[in-house]
């Protein structure tokens, strides 16, 4: 089952299109990370999926065929959006109880605990924490909701790098412990590295790569060798992006499966999660959709049935 | 590339999975608890001053009713009545009543949730993004719309002894139940007036996305909308009576005044009477200011074969005043609220 999928999704503020042409499966059962730009339209695709926006054009559904903003698809959906919007005059306690007359499903122990263990005072005001304090609450008022899916829009912005470990580890935990999905976006690369393992590359509103981490780096392979021979081997090689490093040159190149004798004199090395994202918000018109996208294709085709 | 036809699955008991309205009753009062208290205190604090200056109006009423009309102690407490309490007299003071309670009640309702970007939190909830309006926007409706009904009886009772029929052959002030002021202060219409600021506050809050404009916009919105029902529309809700007596009674609300000779239209006020007629009643007996009273002198010209006509609305008619008045204005306020719901469903903000 597909937990988000876009067809031709499109979406626009008067005369800009902040989304558009967007066609994307995203799996079940993933840490799906969004990148991109600002301006990219990650905000603009997270909203659309949790129905606080409607397309203008295309169509989005989400949990295996639901509608964004039905009364099904806002039961499984949790959403905690960018800058953690909270009433800053309630009490936490009271955020608690908001939530849980918000909605059918809401453990109050386990949010209770959750937030007993972080240390975070249930009378204190939402407006009196720190900003981590507030995106863990966010968090524990979203998770406490038992949702299908957990949607987090820039969650580790107001984040110090402790907190943002903590915070991804508490996601991680909810993933691993209740089999929630998760989609997040995000500009913190490294901290992605760790726990996504599905990526959507966006730029300039439209989808410029997208699969699995593991297939995309399997499939993309960075070469170091003399410059004097990279327009060379930049013709016969899918090469995504290079960087200039006085006598030297660092290719990422794109491998498609097939396995390419490296050439004489030239080094091969895996590529990380980071280097391959980096090199492709770099090239934003580099050939949008790698080998995962046609197998994607196949899976959308079984939707269609 | 492919297209991808995402499937869309009708909202299968899409009833059984909806969170019951009552839950927003505790989410209403917790957000709006110190709004609420605010135009209680604000109310309750009116409403204590009405009574303790109504108490003195009425007794200073009964007294200037019940004295000896020879004495000059009458006079005194006649004089004593009509210069009570400037600042209610007229409702004029008033009048910004249901304005204040809409603006700041109505405006905040939805515009403060786009403003802080709450509404990212609270329409993602499972209660649904315009059940969470209509719930709250009729709940707050129904509070503010009840307690101006309470204050309103009490501004009913304030301004009784005004209205008393016999005030003017006493000397004492008597005022229309029609008066623009005070008709705005009774019950059914002002608490029509209160529930529609609300509901343009609503709406202004939703379509300006700032609280303080919308407070704004909603204040000029309302006083436009309150000067044209006065001075326009009223007027219109049921055809005047004609008469062609004389004495109409000062409780009645006069549109027009004019003279009729052998069905013919002769002149319309005292002033415009042609100077031979004038002259030939400036004869008649004159009366304590040294001029001939309207009274007498209308006689004079009804002898010389000339009619007055008067077009007015009978103190009789008040209620059903009040009642289209209170209808018509309920009727605007359901369809505001219903517009604000609409647009939040429509996803169009």
């Known amino acids: 089952m597909n937990i988000i999928e876009a067809s031709a999704l499109g979406k626009r503020y008067g005369s800009t299109w902040a989304l558009r042409e967007c066609t994307l499966a995203i799996p079940e059962g993933r840490v799906a990370a969004l990148v991109g730009p600002n301006g990219a339209g990650k905000t603009t695709l997270l909203n659309l999926a949790v129905g606080l926006t409607d397309p203008t054009a295309g169509s989005v559904a989400v949990l295996g065929g639901t509608r964004p903003g039905s009364p099904a698809a806002l039961d499984g959906i949790a959403f905690v959006a960018q800058d953690v919007p909270l009433y800053k005059n309630l009490s936490v306690a009271d955020m608690l109880h908001l939530t849980r007359n918000l ?33 863990q609450v966010a968090l524990s008022l979203a998770l406490a909701r ?4 957990l949607v987090l829009d820039e969650p580790m912005a107001m984040l110090d790098p402790l907190a943002r470990h903590d915070f991804m580890a508490k996601v991680m935990t909810a993933m691993v412990d209740d089999g929630v999905s998760v989609v997040l976006s995000s500009h913190v690369l490294a901290e992605l590295e760790r726990v996504a393992d599905y990526l959507i590359l966006l730029s300039g509103g439209s989808v410029q790569m997208a699969g699995e981490v593991d297939d995309l780096l399997a499939c993309h392979r960075v070469l170091t060798g003399p410059a004097a021979e ?75 049935k | 590339m492919t297209t991808l036809t995402v499937h869309v699955r009708p909202e299968e008991d899409a009833s059984r999975r909806l969170v019951p309205w009552r839950r927003m009753a505790w989410v209403t009062w917790r957000q709006h608890r110190f709004a609420l208290a605010g135009v209680a205190v604000a109310l309750g604090a009116l409403a204590v001053y009405v009574w303790i200056v109504g108490l003195q109006l009425h007794h200073a009423y009964a007294a200037a009713t019940t004295c000896n009309p020879a004495s000059s102690a009458c ?43 709450t509404f990212r939190y609270a329409w993602t909830q499972g209660f649904g993004r315009w059940r969470w309006t209509l719930a709250k926007l ?60 609300f509901a343009i506050g609503a709406l202004a809050g939703l379509l300006i996305r700032r609280v303080v404009p919308a407070i704004v916009a909603t204040l000029a919105v309302y006083t436009g909308l309150a000067l044209v029902t006065a001075n326009v529309l009223r007027q219109h809700y049921l055809t005047p009576l004609l008469t062609t007596k004389v004495n109409v009674p000062g409780s009645a609300w006069i549109y027009r005044q ?4 052998g069905g013919q239209f002769a002149f319309s006020g005292w002033r415009d009477a042609p100077p031979d007629l004038v002259q030939r009643c400036a ?20 002898q010389h074969g000339y ?25 605007l306020s359901l369809l505001l609220i219903a517009v604000t719901v609409w647009v939040v469903r429509r996803r169009a903000v």
């Not at chain 1, 038992?146 to 899916?149: A, G, I, T």
């Not at chain 2, 004019?258 to 000779?261: D, G, L």
């Open chain 1, 103 to 135: 909605n059918r499903h809401f453990d109050q122990g386990y949010a209770e605990a959750r937030l007993g263990e972080l240390g975070i005072p249930l009378k204190r005001k939402a407006g009196k924490l720190s900003g981590g304090q507030q995106a």
């Open chain 1, 146 to 149: 038992r949702p299908r899916l």
């Open chain 1, 230 to 304: 990279a327009d060379r081997c930049t013709e016969r090689l899918g090469v995504v992006h290079a960087w200039r490093a006085e006598a030297q040159v660092h290719l990422l190149i794109r491998t498609n499966g097939s396995a390419d004798p490296v050439p004489p004199g030239w080094e091969e090395h895996p590529v990380s999660l980071e280097e391959l994202t980096l090199a492709y918000l770099r090239e934003p018109w580099a050939a949008a959709l790698p080998g995962p996208a046609r197998r994607r294709d196949t899976e959308v085709s079984e939707v269609t």
């Open chain 2, 75 to 117: 006079a005194d407490l006649i004089t004593h009545f009509n210069f009570m309490n400037h600042v209610l007299q007229g409702g004029y003071a008033l009048q910004p009543v249901p304005a204040l309670i809409g603006a700041f009640i109505g405006a905040p309702a939805v515009a403060r949730e786009l403003e802080t970007g």
């Open chain 2, 138 to 197: 009729v709940m707050l409706a129904v509070v503010v719309t009840a307690a101006a009904g309470v204050i309103s009886v009490l501004l009913s009772w304030y301004y009784q002894p005004y209205l008393g029929t016999g005030n003017q052959s006493l000397s004492l002030s008597e005022a229309s139940p029609f008066s623009p002021a005070l008709f705005d202060l009774r019950v059914v219409a002002f608490a029509a007036s209160t529930l529609v600021a």
């Open chain 2, 258 to 261: 004019w003279w009729t000779k």
């Open chain 2, 283 to 302: 004869a008649i007996p004159v009366g304590p200011l040294g001029k001939p009273s309207q009274a007498t002198l209308g006689q004079c010209f009804a």
């Open chain 2, 307 to 331: 009619t007055q006509l008067t077009s007015y609305q009978p103190a009789s008619r008040f209620w059903a005043f009040q009642w289209i008045e209170g209808g018509w204005l309920l009727a």
